[in-house]
């Protein structure tokens, strides 16, 4: 065969080779879905103010007053104008690890703190008391999991302990119908002092969490605890508003409002070695939370 029809056949046939290759179809490439993005922790930490006022009976070596003092009478009287806390938050998808601490040192007189009874066991006549100071820690620890969700309304529940810490001295007048073989006698006061009482109790409740609008929040937590194993009871209520105003390198800040109320009921010893604390503390409460 000549050349040049060799060369001919071989310029065809590799034209006809890249026609027939053109018609095959490419296969198809796989389709990679994006996998969803795990939950990441964000911390919420948020120091604020309760304005407290306090209803109830304070009980110390035996000798019992009943307290009823408005938070205008407690700032009159205390050394600390509201009582110092800090909550924080870490969430985790559903999941979120809880805390919280308060502390007050607070101080009566006159008509906030009146005589009431002595003791079961103990004999003779309570004097006119002239007042009642304490300084007390509350500290929480717990954990809460969102257990549903309906658009901007989550429900968690959740579960913890609450620590308590107290050291009362109330002021008596001395009397010759006083008692005063167990109390310090400074000038025409007697003074009973508690010394450092502690307790811890188990504690559960809920949480409802409501998104009003984007960056406004409103939550409502309830829970009870004590069962007899620290106090014989306690409850807590709470409701707050949020609203940010702000984010600066990565920190989002909001302002926090609304209104706490902690009962306990929490008795130990006999005698002039009794300890009671029954009251319900309650006020406003205002703060500045940070979220990163």
């Known amino acids: 065969m000549p050349r040049h029809a060799i060369l001919s056949f071989g310029i065809l046939a590799g034209t006809g080779g890249a026609a027939v290759a053109a ?9 990679v879905e994006a996998l969803p993005t795990p939950p990441s922790w964000t911390y919420r930490f948020t120091p604020y103010g309760w304005l407290t006022a306090l209803d109830g009976t304070q009980t110390v070596r035996g000798r019992s007053v009943k307290v009823d003092a408005s938070f205008i009478d407690i700032v009159e009287n205390s050394d600390t104008l509201v009582a110092l806390m ?14 919280n601490v308060a502390w007050t040192k607070i101080g009566f007189e006159g008509d906030d703190v009146r005589s009431r009874a002595l003791a079961p066991g103990m004999s003779g006549t309570l004097s006119t008391s002239l007042g ?30 609450r620590y308590w810490h107290q050291e009362a001295d109330l002021s008596l007048d001395v009397t010759a119908a ?8 400074a000038g025409s006061r007697a003074f009973a002092r508690s010394g450092s009482v502690d307790w ?33 009871f306690s409850w807590q209520a709470i409701g707050a508003y949020g609203f940010e105003f702000g984010t600066y390198q990565g920190i989002t800040f909001s302002g926090v409002i609304g209104y706490r109320a902690l009962y306990v009921d929490y008795v130990q010893g006999e005698g002039r070695q009794r300890y009671e604390f029954d009251m319900l503390q309650h006020g406003p409460v205002l703060g500045l939370s940070a979220r990163f």
């Open 23 to 31: 018609d095959v179809p490419a296969a198809p490439l796989p389709i």
């Open 86 to 99: 800090g909550d924080f938050e870490a969430r985790n998808g559903p999941f979120a690890l809880l805390g």
């Open 132 to 161: 009642l100071n304490i300084e007390m820690v509350i500290a929480e620890v717990g954990a809460a999991y969102e257990v549903t969700r309906f658009g901007p309304v989550a429900f968690d529940v959740l579960a913890g302990a």
């Open 178 to 185: 006083v008692q005063v073989g167990d109390l310090e006698v």
């Open 200 to 232: 811890l109790d188990p504690v559960i409740g809920a949480r409802l969490r409501y998104t009003v609008a984007p960056g406004h929040e409103l939550l409502l937590r309830g829970d009870i605890g004590g069962f007899g194993v620290g106090s014989d």
